[in-house]
């Protein structure tokens, strides 16, 4: 059982990781707080596809002999791909942080407030009054 | 079962399509109203003479079919004009004339608002009830049986009042739900026996199926075509609809809907599912019971109705559990007697529909207890009136007698003598609620009818035509077009596996 | 020339994505320019797809490997049947929308039309470009391409169109990285990130807890995408204060895109085996769906407001989608297809009459409807009672024929209760759907001659009305068509193991 | 952040950083084809060079190092170079993004025009990124009293 513990440490921290992310996207009340559990959770994933590339005893995935392809031993280096996907996938997180953040400018902008539970009475109180 | 030799020919769908061709023409010349009905008047005449090109073929029991594209993977949109179709055809695109001519007296007279969408939905409702008479297979009598749904309802709602619209949705979730009843019975018909063409004799006497999944199955067409049937439980959206104008109560509602109900119930027992079958699972004792209670019931009901649409609207809907009867006799002779009380019983109604608008335009009367002494002063209307009902009650003179004769024999031939008593004693009935209604307009002495005369040409023209065919057809049917025998041609085709 | 149309099926995705850039570059200066150039994209891109099509009819299914690396290295992206088909409906309907939406978005988001054309564009790129492509991780990217500029379509809306954005961002980028997760399981267990090889490789692989989850972690992506009934929170906001114009173009292809992934992961990379037997997902799935038909149907006869009312019965819709998917069966899966279209064409309508009545009425609340709209705008209540009945599935619109194939597969599956509901809610279409009806035709204003004579037609501009009428008039003849459809392309879809 | 940072070791120490970082990452862009490095990580050190000009020395000040809407025009500069370059293969005959074929318009052998056109497509998506983060930043920033 340890050994299921200490061998998948990395995982752990994904799980860990991915519940605080979930906890602040949903419990937490101001926008913001919102947008970093988002990110954790974004981190996560990007973390859960790293420790799925690591190998034991594995280096980093650049070639050091160049005897050409033939000779390389894919067991000295750690999947690369993984890697490169998540290049992209951090791309994607900053392009949506940034989304999000002129999002919420544009809500500070309206309704001075980025407490939810504000924000919900003052979108109601809105309601009554006719749609601009 | 002889091979019926096919002919392909335009003639049904240019049937179906020329009062949809109509409608562009009535929606346009909504400015000038003459112009409008006499569009209405030429689709009418062209529609009628269309049919009767169609008839000597059906006479001889040929069938001119066209199957135009599918409409569902191995069913495709076939417009099949079997006597039986043709048939119908004839009755309701005949009627239609007469009608057209007593809306445009009824519609000027009542200085109804929206003539455009009534004329327009009328021209669409009538190419919607050709399609129902000529569909070749479930899916296309599915397609046109829903269209006529879509088409009736702003005719229902004309006048645009709140019982209107209370009618109107009532209706809606009658015939919506039909709707759904029939597409679930037609989707798990195709699922059995991969076929959904209707075919003389029933096509599902071949699958072999056991009761347990027929029984369910029939229950579902009933369901689904006996919402228009008018079969008791199902019948509650007729008499609301009274609240539409006269017009369209006569033909729609006497004629084109619920007569596409009682088509349909026609079609089912003798095209799906075939006597044999019938027989064999004890199917049909359900329709019989059904149209018994419905027979009796609707004419008790009818005598406590004090207005007189709602009285004729019940009066309906027991005379066409007679032809559900007919269908559930399962006897050829019952077949050619249902097939025959559809038209008979459509010039007879349509005359009393007929007459319950004149007076409603002239007199501004709707309930019977006013109809009191208006004999004198609209002979003509309540002639006509009175000959109507003397057929409806099956007195010999008139039409209605000969069809419920061959309904008797027909109960006499299939083994379910005791038939004979529902028929006669829904004739008393008929004559209860029927005459008393003659009686007052004759003889009761009249208050408030000084200087009131006739009602306006248009509309007692038609009413004294229609009673007039009744009357003639009633002393020889074989009139013109010799319905009868082809009714008995019908009725052969169908049960003839059982004799 | 004609080489360049050797690599057709890249070319809608690259066009678009070029001309979305362009387009801001190009109209930097006069911004007036922004709206024709978005129009001749769109069309260009339509027409291509439609070349697509007509290729895949004749060639069969066609694979083009990016930059000429074959998988499992390379990007391929698959041109069959289905996504040719479903590409020429998604970019129809952007064409005609974006069409109506030139006086719209000048009215509703004054100054901002070039940033609008520009994602507008993008929008379309990223959608294009799920459907066209054939690698697990690429539709990550384009889902999130297309998702990002989805946000940001709405969020220009009205007073509290930020706050729906912003609650659809969090929900759709949780969406992304479930649907990312999910595809991490599956690369570190099959090795490969293209379809047509996970799908070979899966079946060795099958009970495999690794598998399972990252499967789970997918649907759960593609549920919260598609609004499928527990996960569609994010919906009715999103919908009902984003601008008209974007609703009208977010509304028809946005859940679609996210069922048809759906149905390329249900049926051509997990297969049936999967999702039948050894995971009842197809059960699950089918359920939540008939309860979103039921939930969305009840839900949108409670609104007061057209567009909500129209988000809600969205749900229900998509409903039929997850429904005919979850079925498992040919006639099912045609009928799917089918309804994707229909409910494509149906809601790109329903929503440009919404549109057009805010413009003119300067709202769109069905409470304040009444008799003189009918005199007013007679020809878009024409199109809203066409597209109406054919949301109810009435002949010979579009929407009956659907239901008749939906329904036909769930005759065939066995499944009673699911013929039920899919007939059932109907008459639920009917009762929110004749509500509105009978307001607009029947409810006499005030004494009727008086107001006969008051409301003068006040129809909507010939360019808005002109693509809604064209939309209500493709309902009838694609209705008509639609087992022509059926037969011509989506008999040639053949998943395997159906 | 108020304007001129009134902290002078900051703005000095900014001032001298700045450019050692965007030479590093000029390195980390033109070695990224065929070494760790690449468009995505060398954008992103340039972003943050001019970002940190930004923090620094205030908005006015480093207007001079990249201009107020440049980040947007730059952007897009940016994925056209890197779309072009896939296009121009497509239109010399191969697939998109099959840059043997730009052999066909440059003179060396075709492994080496896959080198170039790896190349140009790094330079072009350090150019896209570096200008998206820096209009980022000041879209973020427009309105506050600093920028």
Redesign the interface.
Known sequence: MLRFLTGHYGYWFTLILLTIGLYGMIFKRNLVKKLIGMTIFQVSIIMFYLTCAAKFGGTVPVLIDDSGPAAVNPAAYINALPHTLMLTAIVVGVATTGVAFAIVITIYKRYKTLDEDVLLERMKKDHDAPAD | MPIQEITTSLTPLLVVAVSLGAVPLILLSSRRPNLREFWTLLAAIAKFTLVLTLLPGAQAGKITQISLFRLFPGVDLCLKADPFGVYFALIASGLWILTSVYSIGYMRGGHEHKQTRYYACFAVCLSATMGIAFAGNLITFLLFYEILTIATYPLVIHKETKTAITAGRKYLVYTLSAGLLLIAAALWTFQLTGTLDFQAGGFLSASGLDGKTLVPLFLLFIGGVGVKAGIMPLHSWLPTAMAAPTPVSALLHAVAVVKSGVFGVLRVVGFVFGPTLMKQFGLDTILIVLAAVTIILASLIAMRQDNLKRRLAYSTIGHLSYIVMGAALLSPMAFSGAVLHIAFHAFMKITLFFTAGAIYINLHRENVSELSGIGRIMPWTMGAFALGSLGLAGIPPVNGFVSKWVLGLGAVQSGHPYILAVFVFSGLLNAAYLFPIVHRAFFKPGEGLEGKTEASPWMVAPLVVTALFSLLFGIYPDLFFRLVQLAAAIGGQIGGLLT | MT??LT?SP?LPV?IL??SA??G??IA?RRPSLSWPFTISVVAVVTAISGYNLVRVLREGPIH?????WAPPIGIEYVLDHLSAFVMLVVNTVALLVLFHARVVVKAETPGKELGYYGTALLMLCGFNGIIITGDL?NLY?FL?IGS?SL??LI?VG???A??A??RY??MG??A??FY??GI?FL??KTGSLNMADTAAILPSMLGQPAVLVGLMFVFLGMGIKMALFPLHGWLPDAYTYAPSASSALIAPIGTKVGAYVLLRLVYFVFGITIIARTLPVAKVICWLAAAGIIYGSILAIAQRELKRMLAYSSIAQIGYVALGIGMANRWALTGAILHIMNHAFMKGCLFLTAANFRRKLGHSDISRFDWSIRKKMPWTMAAFSISA?SM?G???MAG??S??FL??GA??GKHWIF?VVI??S??LN?VYF?RVL?KA??K?AGD?EAADGACARDEAVPSMLIPTLIMALLLIILG??S??I??GILAHIAPPGL | MTGKSDNPILSMISRMISPFIMIYALYVIFHGHYSPGGGFQGGTMLGAAVILSRLASGSELSRLLLGKGIGTLMGAIGVFIYFGTGFLAMLLGGRFLEYKYLARIMPVSDAMARNWGIQFVEVGVGLAVMGIMVALYDDILTGEPDA
């Open positions: 080489h360049l690599n890249v690259l994505l070029s850039l362009l801001t570059v930097w083009y490997y990016q930059g000429n991780f990217v999130e990002l946000y940001g969020a009205e007073r509290k930020p706050i954005a912003f961002l969090v980028t949780l992304g990285c990312l997760l991490g690369y570190m009945l109810i009435l002949p010979p009956f024929f239901k008749l329904a036909m005759v065939n013929l007939l059932f109907s008459l009917a004749f009978e035709y029947l006499p009727a008509l068509l087992t022509v059926a037969d």
